[in-house]
């Protein structure tokens, strides 16, 4: 399959479920997204010090720092709070909606519901050409 | 010769003394003859007249003589008995023989009853009364024997006898029955104060909390429960009404509850969060009288606790479920897109079969999900004024191609503009409508159909759809609205479905204030109903939360 060229976007994908992060990082190489990944809260703030994502896409339970962890230091570094943040989580109840939009999620992806085809499509909304 | 003149006339005189004396005799004697014959037929006479039965007998007890009364009573001629001894006519022969041999002494005997037996031998009962006759010299010459028949006075006597023997049994009865009255009074009022005790040892014991109020609402008991739950002495609320009681903060709730309705079922009420009691009460009526209320408070906090661990078992199941489902779904999704090479057809059947399999069991564990969810009480829902019409028309329209693949026909008129908009939450309405007519869908044959309808009532709308399918069975129909039920017709058909539609929608109708029902007959269709409130009287069902 030929690599599309979105190479200018890096994408900071962080999540623990390996299975996922595979297949994420799979579809999202495909469409020539710039792509790094960290297996959970922490690692993902730490690489965050190295360089700044265009875009994160992040899960919210998590060893060590989960999602709202993470969202609350982004948002207090000016450097990161700008970053825009796709939520891809297994539930997706309005409250937890609401809350990540309050710490600057700009979209919530419950897993089941949706499927990586899906996910791009609102990577591309996120990060347009 | 003087001397011989004179003897002569001395004897002449004293012969003719004598002759005259004889004279004087005879006549005395013919006098004493006339008086004797009178005296006799006197006494025959007074014999004949007299009713009493009178004989004589000599000092060896033989009958010489009896009267009329006597024939009459014995049936004896005077010739037949005359001779014959007079024990022979009685039953008690040797007292009759030892009587007249006692009357040489006594000269007076009296038997108070002995039996007369007469000639044509009946039994007379007879007072036999003696007395002794004696000659000058006071030798024993005979006795007169009077008969007197008693036997009227007997039967009287019997009569009367057996009369206060009657009363004496029945009045014995009647103070029998009156001291087993007595005994089964005091027997009961034992039992009952046995029973009055019992009841309050149960009432002071039970487990659950009981108030009782009389018809006014004042409070009559309070049990050491009741007491416990609400942290109150009994002596401090007894006797006051109810609704006045709102100066104890703990009682607050439940005078809440209390005030608006009489008859409460189950109302769960939180008085700690240690403590969650179930409240029930209902009218105490006997007969046509209202005696009060009964309050039943339950703890069941333990049943609280459990369900909470259960359900939040049971939601992180389904979450900890929904990763791998996830991953599964995704890689499925991406070998059917090419994104893992080329496939041939054969392999993309399978894998979009398993793609479809993995599909309903998300769509499980979201209800499961949803289920835990209307439990924990997170079932959040946003009501929005929504044109309802159009709600069902994008149901409808999603389910139109599976239902021409069964051959159904799926009819919905879309009511006009003028059809109130109302407050709902569309997105779980939607899973209402879609649950309603999936099984709609589900459950009937092809060539059937199903009819959708909207109504406007002005303080609610009513939503309707009715199929032609198989039916839910008349003994099942009470499950209805339970979790997890399924008809076993349907079981039978379709294998496939969780039993959570019909619990979820009924969750969903009664947060929006609305209510929901159905009718079904089996093998000819099922209607469901619910009603929504419009958005005026929606506000107000909020306003009681």
Request: with cysteine; aromatic share 6%; proline share 3%.
């Amino acid at each position: 399959m030929k690599k599309k060229n979105n190479s200018n976007n890096k994408i900071l994908l962080i999540e623990d479920e390996e299975i996922m992060l595979d297949l994420l990082q799979r579809k999202l190489a495909q469409e020539g997204y710039d792509i790094s990944v960290a297996r959970n809260g922490e690692e993902g703030l730490d690489m965050m010090k190295e360089f700044i994502p265009d875009l994160v896409l992040l899960d919210i339970i998590m060893p060590k720092k989960g999602g709202y962890e993470v969202m609350e230091e982004m948002s207090r570094d000016e450097s990161l709070n700008k970053i825009p943040i796709i939520i891809i989580s297994n539930s997706g109840q309005p409250v937890e909606i609401d809350r990540a939009q309050k710490l600057g999620a700009k979209d919530w992806l419950v897993k089941t519901d949706f499927n990586p085809q899906e996910v791009i499509a609102k990577v591309r909304k996120q990060l347009p050409l | 010769m003087l001397l011989c003149n004179g003897n002569l006339k001395m004897i002449e005189e004293k012969v003719s003394k004598k002759i005259v004396s004889r004279e004087t005799l005879k006549k005395e004697l013919q006098g004493v003859k006339e008086d004797l014959n009178d005296l006799e037929g006197y006494m025959r006479d007074l014999s004949l007249f007299l009713p009493l039965a009178v004989c004589t007998i000599n000092p060896a007890g033989i009958i010489v003589n009896i009267n009329k009364a006597f024939e009459r009573m014995t049936g004896y001629q005077t010739l037949e008995i005359v001779g014959e001894p007079l024990e022979g006519i009685f039953f008690e022969k040797e007292l009759l023989k030892k009587t007249i041999i006692s009357i040489g002494q006594e000269e007076r005997a009296h038997l108070r009853e002995v039996a007369l037996t007469t000639k044509k031998e009946e039994k007379i009962p007879v007072a036999l009364s003696i007395a002794a006759r004696k000659d000058d010299k006071g030798s024993l010459i005979g006795c007169f024997v009077a008969l007197t028949d008693i036997s009227s006075e007997k039967k009287l006597r019997e009569g009367l006898e057996k009369e206060v023997e009657d009363r004496t049994g029945e009045l014995q009865n009647s103070r029998r029955a009156l001291m087993n009255i007595l005994e089964d009074v005091e027997e009961s009022r034992k039992r009952a104060e046995e029973e009055r005790n019992k009841t309050l040892a149960i009432i002071k014991n039970f487990s659950d909390g009981l108030i009782v109020l009389d018809f006014e609402k004042k409070v009559s008991l309070a049990n050491p429960q009741a007491e416990k739950f609400f942290n109150i002495a009994s002596k401090d609320v007894v006797g006051k009404n109810i609704f006045d009681l709102t100066g104890v903060p703990t009682l607050v709730n439940l005078i809440d509850i209390l005030k608006k309705e009489d008859k409460v079922f189950r109302r769960e009420l939180v008085l700690d969060k240690n403590l969650t009691i179930e409240v029930s009460a209902s009218s105490m009526i006997l007969g046509s009288i209202a005696l009060g209320t009964l309050i039943i408070l339950h703890d069941i906090t333990r049943e609280k606790t459990i369900e909470a661990m259960k359900t939040e078992f049971v939601s992180l199941s389904a979450h900890q479920l929904r990763t791998p489902l996830a991953a599964i779904k995704w890689s499925l999704q991406m070998f059917l897109e090419g994104d893992m090479g080329e496939i041939n057809e054969g392999q993309k059947d399978l894998i979009g079969k398993a793609y479809q399999s993995n599909e309903r069991m998300i769509a499980l564990i979201n209800d499961l999900l949803d289920v835990t969810r209307i439990e924990e009480g997170k079932y959040l829902f946003k009501p929005t004024l929504s044109d309802f019409g159009s709600v069902i028309n994008f149901v409808v329209n999603s389910h139109k191609e599976e239902a021409k693949r069964k051959n159904i026909k799926v009819v919905f008129k879309k009511p006009g503009d003028k059809f109130p908009k109302i407050l709902i939450d569309v997105e779980k309405m939607r899973l209402v409508i879609q649950n309603l007519l999936e099984n709609a869908i589900k459950y009937t044959l092809p060539g059937g159909q199903i009819s959708i309808s909207l109504k406007d009532y002005k303080k609610e709308i009513l939503f309707e759809i009715s199929d032609t399918g198989v039916g839910i069975p008349k003994d099942q129909q009470g499950r209805i609205f339970s979790k997890f039920f399924r008809g076993s017709n349907v079981i039978r058909m379709e294998t496939e479905g969780s039993g959570l539609g019909v619990f979820l929608s009924k969750n969903i109708i009664d947060a929006h204030g609305g209510k929901i029902w159905f009718e079904s007959e089996e093998k000819k269709g099922t209607a469901f109903y619910f009603t929504i409130p419009v958005k005026k009287e929606f506000e107000e069902f909020l306003k009681e939360f």
